[in-house]
């Protein structure tokens, strides 16, 4: 069999290189072409996958002409998603975008169409839906472990956004660096809510088996001199209850590194149970009826094809098993309404019903 062909197009967000260094060291997988408008982007990829200066484009076209890929790994600024998708997708690929799924929904639906009408498939990655923890403790849910779920609580974020670059390298950047990133530009689809805020709404629909809040209510900081947030917490209403969405720019260290406080990750409450867990972290802890004092759990050891989304695209492809959990449009469109929600509460400064 031949190897399933890879390109990368548009390195705006730095999980490129992360996502990148999956197809590299995925054994039935080639990179074919990296495109993007500025070859800097591409530098450390072009070093680190050893990528022929003939496979290295700044136009995107001629990228997807040449090389022919089966697949296209996209990480535009957040508010490029839309027009990135309806560039890419009249080539006869399938799609994995980087989280998160958009600057809105209605860009979220332009891109579903985009990609229906070319009958290929569309992945959203969120890195947390591949950390054990949650994949852990979403499969306890399924077991009906802490019964019905009717809480979610989240916080998340890092020390920020251009802290780090490809493969967590930490960076320092000057104040002017830090004004120039797109994370900081209203207009890109900057800002924490943005940025973390679909992570933790995605997968708590995933949690709750697909069911929405009925209202909204955020709260976003002002940084002086910053164009976008680095701090919101939001509040969604469902039947069952109240869950809780925080992001944050500036936690005290980087999750991936120590946690800090708060930790980030999620807590779960459910009818007859409870289960925390945290980013990055080799156990949860479960509360039940039968251990209230709570349990300390080892969590599941992730198997192929389900390791990473490269993994798992290239086995919904072959199989043509469905995209599902946090990477299926459907499930994202969800987090996608309460994401637009909580941008119009910030606003509005008041709660709002759900944007549909």
Same mark, same amino acid.
């Not at 450390?44 to 050893?50: D, L, P, Q, S």
């Not at 022929?52 to 700044?58: E, G, I, K, L």
């Not at 043509?320 to 909580?342: F, H, K, M, T």
């Given at each position: 069999m031949s190897k399933f062909k890879i390109a990368g197009i548009n390195f705006a967000h730095q999980h490129m290189g992360d996502n990148l260094r999956m197809a590299f060291e995925h054994p039935d997988v080639e990179i074919v072409g990296l495109s993007d408008e500025d070859p800097q982007q591409m530098e450390?990829?072009? *070093?680190?996958?050893?990528?022929?200066?003939? *496979?290295?484009?700044?136009?995107? *076209?001629?990228?997807?002409?040449?090389?022919?890929?089966?697949?296209?790994?996209?990480?535009?600024a957040t508010a490029e998603h839309a027009l990135w998708v309806e560039r890419i997708a009249p080539y006869d690929v399938h799609l994995l975008v980087e989280k998160p799924f958009a600057a809105s929904l209605p860009e979220a639906d332009r891109m579903i169409k985009?990609?229906?009408?070319?009958?290929?498939?569309?992945?959203?990655?969120?890195?947390?839906?591949?950390?054990?923890?949650?994949?852990? =403790?979403?499969?306890?849910?399924?077991?009906?472990?802490?019964?019905?779920?009717?809480?979610?609580?989240?916080?998340?974020?890092n020390r920020g956004p251009v802290r780090h670059a490809a493969d967590k390298i930490e960076t320092m950047p000057t104040a002017e660096e830090k004004a120039a990133s797109w994370f900081y530009q209203r207009d890109k689809g900057g800002g924490s809510l943005l940025d973390y805020l679909g992570y933790g709404t995605t997968l708590a629909t995933w949690f709750n088996a697909g069911q929405a809040p009925l209202e909204v209510m955020a709260v976003t900081d002002e940084p002086a001199g910053l164009e976008v947030d680095e701090h919101s917490i939001v509040v969604a209403r469902?039947?069952?209850?109240?869950?809780?969405?925080?992001t944050r720019w500036g936690a005290f260290t980087d999750p991936w590194i120590m946690q800090p406080q708060p930790k980030c990750g999620f807590v779960i409450v459910g009818s007859v149970g409870t289960i925390s867990s945290y980013d990055y972290e080799p156990t949860i802890r479960v509360q039940t009826a039968a251990h209230p004092e709570g349990q300390v759990i080892p969590v599941d050891q992730l198997q192929q094809p389900r390791q990473n989304p490269v993994q798992y695209m290239l086995h919904c492809i072959q199989t043509?098993?469905?995209?599902?959990?946090?990477?299926?449009?459907?499930?994202? *469109?969800?987090?996608?309404?309460?994401?637009? =929600?909580?941008i119009l509460s910030a606003h509005l400064k008041r709660t709002v019903p759900l944007v549909q």
């Open positions: 450390t990829a072009v *070093r680190n996958f050893g990528i022929p200066a003939d *496979r290295v484009f700044n136009d995107y *076209r001629q990228c997807l002409e040449q090389t022919k890929p089966d697949l296209v790994m996209t990480c535009p985009a990609v229906a009408a070319t009958g290929k498939r569309m992945a959203i990655n969120w890195p947390l839906a591949w950390y054990p923890p949650h994949v852990t =403790s979403k499969r306890l849910i399924d077991e009906s472990l802490i019964g019905e779920v009717i809480e979610v609580h989240y916080y998340d974020g469902y039947a069952c209850g109240l869950s809780k969405f925080e043509g098993e469905p995209i599902q959990g946090p990477l299926d449009p459907a499930i994202c *469109r969800i987090g996608q309404q309460i994401v637009d =929600s909580a």
